[in-house]
């Protein structure tokens, strides 16, 4: 065979281009996108109708294990199927994309379902339960070239974006040292099982719901506030810190940490809870700084920010908005809206869909994300310090 050999990455890129193309003939280019929604509770169906303000966007199919809140959410998606099964919902050739806001257990299955059938993803954050999982859903998505967006809506804010390029970017903050992260009172973890629930329900379907989690009898708890046991969710580190520690990682351009310890506990909630209701992590980092997150739930503190402090001034965002406070002296600060956009990060991942463009929130930043709050849980379940190799991933022995 003469002429230039083919460079690797030309065949990667011509393959994706290939794929691309291919997924163009079949969408058209004014088409609109069949969306699938695998978890009806709460989230899924508030994510769903700000894909459905996207005119792009028809939803296609739904999929809970509850019969009741497919009822619900088929009422909000004219024309839709209703399914108790994920891969029932795959299985639908033409749909093209689906959003998951399943309990965390279900996340890595579904997604890698999903993408092995070709679809596009959307999925909640955390990305994962466990750090093994997050390996396996980059790949994936990248051995299916399939877009996949981690619900991380921050990255696709313009107030988060712009306050990176005004403070960071330019170096206004001098040199990071702390950032200081907290998430207080959050009532997705305080959520109490309605009365009817006393009884499963005989549409609701509990060993699927358990799915790799080993068997035990129906626990309205365990069902409806699922973020309280670290079997279903990893508590408030996963599910809040993921956030913040997400941000971190966007503002100081560094996602691996190489340390991490946390203390806390069940210190208040006695009501058969695994994940602690107050629990403080800290996280130390190869860029020479550490990333710490403070949460309770017991009564009195409320309310969530993240501070970025450095040898020129620190960065506040909470509230709803930005502060700027230089280091110096009876300096003023500077104060710009804040906010974050779920409506922008749901637009982007369309985009992404139709252009074949990485999204904003690309699932091996969903994995980074998470995999440094699982360091946190991990440290907190082992009570010591978690030493982490930030080159092979991987945590290192004793």
Same mark, same amino acid.
């Given at each position: ?18 794929t ?9 280019a ?12 709460? *989230?899924?169906q ?14 296609a ?7 009741q809140r ?8 004219p024309?839709?199927?209703?399914? %108790? ?31 092995n ?17 997050g ?6 998505? *990248? ?27 330019? &170096? ?130 409320? &309310? ?24 110096? %002296? ?7 809206? &804040? ?16 252009? %074949? ?21 991990i ?5 010591r ?14």
């Open positions: 065979m003469s002429g230039t050999p083919l460079d690797r990455r030309d065949l990667f890129r011509g393959a994706a281009a290939l691309a193309a291919s997924y163009s003939r079949i969408l058209g004014n088409d609109r996108v069949p969306l699938g929604v695998i978890g009806c509770g709460g *989230r899924g508030h994510v769903m109708s700000l894909f459905q303000k996207n005119a792009a966007v028809q939803v199919a739904v999929c809970d294990v509850y019969g497919i009822d619900q959410t088929l009422q909000k998606a024309g839709a199927r209703g399914f %108790r099964d994920h891969r029932k919902l795959l299985e639908m050739k033409e749909v093209a994309a689906v959003y998951i806001a399943t309990p965390d257990h279900w996340h890595a299955a579904t997604s890698i379902d999903a993408l059938a070709g679809k596009d993803v959307y999925v909640e954050k955390p990305l994962t339960l466990t750090l093994e999982e390996p396996r859903i980059v790949k994936a998505a *990248r051995v299916n070239d399939r877009i996949c967006q981690v619900g991380m809506q921050r990255r696709s804010s313009p107030a988060y974006l712009a306050a990176k390029r005004d403070y960071l970017d330019t &170096g206004k903050l001098g040199k990071v040292t702390l950032a200081r992260t907290w998430w207080h009172g959050n009532g997705a973890h305080l959520q109490k099982a309605p009365p009817e629930l006393a009884r499963k329900p005989d549409n609701l379907d509990w060993g699927r719901y358990l799915g790799p989690v080993k068997w035990r009898e129906w626990d309205p708890q365990q069902y409806w506030n699922f973020r309280a046991y670290l079997e279903f969710g990893g508590g408030q580190v996963t599910d809040l810190f993921t956030h913040w520690i997400d941000m971190v990682h966007l503002f100081l351009g560094q996602d691996i940490p190489f340390s991490g310890v946390a203390a806390g506990g069940i210190y208040y909630y006695k009501d058969g809870r695994t994940a602690p209701d107050t629990v403080s992590v800290l996280l130390e980092y190869p860029g020479e700084f550490t990333a710490t997150f403070d949460a309770t739930l017991a009564p009195g503190l409320s &309310g969530t920010g993240m501070e970025l402090c450095g040898t020129k001034g620190r960065l506040l965002a909470a509230g709803g908005r930005f502060e700027f406070h230089p280091a110096e %002296r009876g300096a003023q600060p500077v104060i710009t809206p &804040g906010g974050d956009s779920t409506q922008d990060h749901v637009n982007n991942f369309i985009d992404c869909v139709q252009s %074949r463009k990485l999204p904003n929130g690309d699932v091996l930043i969903g994995h980074r994300s998470a995999q440094a709050s699982h360091l946190g849980n440290a907190w379940v082992e009570k310090r978690i030493k982490f190799d930030p080159v092979r991933e991987e945590i290192l022995p004793l």
